[in-house]
């Protein structure tokens, strides 16, 4: 019984590795163009800084701080400066439910949350944060009719890797392929779109 269990195991997790980098190559297509210079990255996150302190002295508490809070926590999260991330994300979480409630940034932000817990998380106890986290996300993004988005395939990619790692196969599986269906989705709009375009284009030639 247990080399079957350690069998069924083996089998998912190859099956969740062949499907993650497939659906990793499926985001690519929706995602926008990254800046990839460090130096222009560099650039960016000082502009980032110096806005956030003129939202904090002209502005205080407005959406515009909060939003400059977010991206200046993901800024941090991605030189892994843990604390400081935590401490932005947080209080840009807490101004945009104040502030804008259910709304479209508020969902980004408990996503940037969760991503850093799960990835720059210390020990289990953090790790599990991110469950809140991420649901309270997907659940938002869903109840703005936003189900179809692009901006949800992560979210729910990145919870199902949770789930991986905490060997909680079939939910899992379950929100990797609904990220997947979002996805192809997502790109056979973009397709039919890009074509509708070129027949438009063509109306006119």
Not at 79 to 92: D, F, H, I, P, V
């Amino acid at each position: 019984m247990k080399a079957e269990k350690k069998e069924i195991k083996r089998s998912t997790k190859r099956s969740w590795r062949r499907r993650n980098k497939f659906i990793q190559r499926i985001i690519l297509n929706l995602k926008q163009s990254v800046v990839r210079d460090p130096k222009e990255n560099e650039r960016r996150e000082q502009e980032t800084e110096t806005a956030l302190e003129v939202c904090r002295e002209k502005l205080g508490e407005h959406p515009e701080t909060a939003a400059t809070l977010l991206f200046s926590g993901i800024n941090a999260k991605r030189r892994k400066e843990r604390s400081e991330a935590e401490q932005k994300l947080t209080e840009a979480l807490e101004l945009f439910k104040k502030l804008l409630g259910k709304h479209f940034m508020t969902a980004e932000c408990l996503k940037a949350i969760a991503d850093l817990y799960f990835f720059l998380g210390r020990g289990e106890a953090e790790l599990d944060k991110c469950l809140a986290y991420y649901a309270e996300a997907i659940e938002m993004f869903e109840d703005l009719g936003m189900s179809g988005s692009k901006e949800i395939v992560l979210t729910l990619k990145n919870f199902g890797s949770y789930h991986m790692r905490k060997d909680n196969f079939s939910e899992a599986m379950s929100l990797l392929t609904k990220a997947e269906r979002v996805a192809e989705a997502r790109i056979r709009k973009g397709s039919q779109m890009e074509s509708l375009d070129k027949d438009r284009i063509g109306l006119f030639a």
